[in-house]
């Protein structure tokens, strides 16, 4: 086998400048398909990520009527039963969060705008989404009475620390909410549909400003491991009365989102593809004229004695071999470009980002450094390689032995 | 008793179409350690008579025996397998593996037999040093002129030790002086080695060398004579 292997090696490099070209197209072809299938799955990650923390969670536990009509008279009583629940998979729970949210009218002056209202236990989540770490300016809801709002909504309403903000609303069974609010700390929010219209109470002074004691619109549980929602979910669920509770995980909360990332992913892949297409049929291109030019020796060897299948191991391997060299310098020009962009991911500014934020995304082209990217690709062009390599195996099995010598 | 016997061997090309007679009832024998020459003029036969032989092609009719074993009915595998362990060829054009050195190109078909690599490197040297090659063994084809290419061609050839060489005008490529080397060799080979060689070949040096000299016209064998030779 070594011998074949060496023979194919030295065969491939008879025509150095024919090799060079189409392991260099397969080279481009796995830098370009690697970057991008980088920038679609970090962007993708960054979006779910920023949806999860800063919106659904993991798993949310809502009243049953929440999800068909989102108001205040469909929150949850954050009962004895429900902390025994949650109690009872404590070796699968890491933390819950709990939420009071709902739309209000913000007032400052003359200027008015719709804001989503959101009552948070401060300790809980910043352990989900780090919250605190964005703080712009101020503190981080610190003490009573005060508001945390988001820095695009700050610079709509046009406030800042210390200014006051008017709250007006409904509360639980019809009881009207209004209130006053100090600002005493401004966030920048990642998503930009959030940074333009949030405002953060503590959990208590929500409650207090809705009538809604010891209610919650959400409570959401993070499991100990990532990627067992499902799991967590179905357990859950068999002590939960059905008629009563909701318990969804973050891809049963966002599936327009995801419908939207999937199409996106799918394009992307299109794109590949076709770029892989391109790439074959080059890789095609150099197999075929070496079949042309090798004939007569393909002939003399199989007279020598040689089996055709030992001669389509031989040239199987340098088929693929090319393929394969462009793939291992691909991954390795790849590795070091990826591994900078996963750390300096690239900030949109000026008029782009700002008709990119006005898609609800946030302005950056991050990069995700993942095993699976670099496999993935490597594995798509070496089965082209492989497909495309079967064709002289068939030309080996198919040839004269007479005519090819004598060509 | 013959180690290659052929009988009524017939070839007919496009048969379908405009045939074309390439061997025409050709019955010969050939005994062990002969040094044959096949003569005759361009398409008299002789490459296809030695591809009949070498097992490459088969007869439209009439059959092919060596060491008394039909060859004609093979199966291709069995066939393949039949001439790397029997069969030694040179081509005109040599046909040397590009990509391998000469002592690679002469322990090639040893490696397709499984032969143990030590056996293989000796017995790989010291059939380039009878060839007189021993100072190139690790030059490749492109690096040797042609007389030199034609030698590594047969130290391959033998490399197997084949019952026979089947050689296709293995001189016709070649200067004098490089033809004459290579004869010498083959002849000496034939002598020590008693391996039968078959040539087919235009070359009167070829020729005179043989000791035996069948001539071929249209497919059919005109002439068939043992030659007296002086021992080399």
């Known amino acids: ?54 919106s659904t969670g993991y798993i949310q536990l809502q009243d049953k009527l929440y999800d068909e009509e989102p108001s205040m008279d469909n929150t949850l009583l ?25 739309f209000m009218l913000a007032s400052v002056g003359n200027t008015t705008r719709p804001v989503l209202i959101q009552g948070i236990d401060p300790a809980s989540e910043v352990r989900l989404n780090a919250l605190d770490e964005d703080l712009v300016k101020g503190s981080f809801l610190e003490g009573d009475g005060g508001v945390l709002i988001s820095e695009g909504l700050a610079d709509r309403l046009k406030l800042d620390l210390g200014d006051t903000l008017v709250l007006i609303g409904q509360g639980f069974q019809g009881a009207s909410a209004a209130g006053l609010f100090p600002v005493t700390g401004i966030v920048h929010l990642h998503l930009p549909q959030l940074n333009d219209r949030m405002v953060y109470l503590k959990l208590s002074d929500a409650q207090l400003l809705f009538n809604a004691e010891d209610r919650l619109t959400s409570l959401i549980i993070t499991p100990k491991n990532q990627g067992t929602e499902v799991e967590l979910v179905q357990r859950m669920k068999a002590g939960l009365d059905p008629e009563r509770f909701n318990l969804f995980t973050w891809r049963e909360m966002m599936p327009s989102l995801l419908q939207g990332l999937e199409m996106d992913r799918i394009s992307g892949k299109m794109m590949i593809w076709l770029l892989y297409l391109v790439v074959g049929f080059g890789i095609l291109g150099t197999v075929l004229t070496m079949l042309l030019e090798r004939r007569k020796e393909f002939g003399i060897l199989l007279s020598l004695g040689m089996k055709r299948k030992q ?14 060299l462009g793939v291992v310098a691909g991954i390795a020009g790849g590795t070091p ?49 492989g497909l495309i390599a079967l064709y002289p195996v068939f030309k080996v099995y198919r040839i004269n032995i007479l005519h090819a010598a004598r060509s | 008793m013959p180690i290659i016997s052929t009988q009524g061997l017939t070839k007919i090309y496009n048969e379908r179409i405009v045939p074309v007679t390439a061997l025409n009832n050709v019955s010969l024998d050939f005994d062990a350690g002969e040094f044959t020459a096949i003569i005759g003029p361009s398409g008299s036969g002789k490459t296809t008579l030695l591809n009949m032989l070498g097992g490459l092609d088969k007869p439209t009719s009439g059959n092919i025996t060596i060491n008394g074993l039909e060859i004609t009915g093979m199966k291709e595998n069995r066939l393949m397998d039949y001439r790397l362990r029997n069969i030694g060829f040179v081509f005109q054009s040599y046909n040397l593996i590009p990509v391998l050195t000469a002592i690679e190109n002469v322990s090639f078909i040893m490696l397709l037999q499984k032969q143990p690599r030590n056996v293989i490197e000796k017995r790989a040297i010291e059939l380039l040093e009878q060839v007189g090659l021993s100072d190139r063994i690790h030059s490749r084809p492109g690096e040797l002129s042609g007389g030199q290419q034609q030698r590594v061609a047969v130290a391959r050839a033998l490399a197997s030790k084949p019952n026979y060489v089947l050689a296709d005008e293995p001189t016709a490529n070649l200067d004098t002086k490089s033809a004459f080397t290579l004869l010498d060799i083959m002849e000496k080979l034939n002598h020590e080695e008693k391996i039968t060689l078959i040539f087919s070949t235009h070359d009167q040096r070829v020729i005179e060398r043989a000791r035996r000299v069948i001539t071929l016209v249209d497919g059919t064998v005109t002439t068939d004579i043992p030659v007296e030779k002086q021992q080399v």
């Open chain 1, 1 to 54: 086998m070594s011998l074949f292997i060496k023979m194919a090696w030295r065969n491939i490099w008879r025509s150095r400048r024919r090799t060079l070209i189409t392991a260099s197209s397969v080279f481009f072809a796995v830098i370009l398909a690697t970057v991008s299938d980088s920038m679609t799955k970090g962007t993708h990650q960054l979006m779910i990520s920023n949806m999860v923390k800063y």
């Open chain 1, 78 to 102: 954050y009962s004895n039963d429900i902390r025994q629940l949650i109690g009872g998979h404590s070796d699968d729970i890491s933390y819950t969060v709990p939420r009071i949210q709902t």
């Open chain 1, 311 to 324: 001669l389509a191991i031989v040239a199987f391997t340098e088929s693929l071999l090319i393929s394969f």
């Open chain 1, 337 to 385: 470009l990826i591994l900078y962009l996963s750390h300096h991911p690239f900030r949109y500014t000026g008029d782009v980002a700002k008709m990119i934020e006005s898609y609800g995304m946030e302005p950056v082209m991050p990069f995700l450094m993942d095993f699976s990217v670099f496999a993935s690709q490597a594995l798509a062009v070496l089965v082209i390689g």
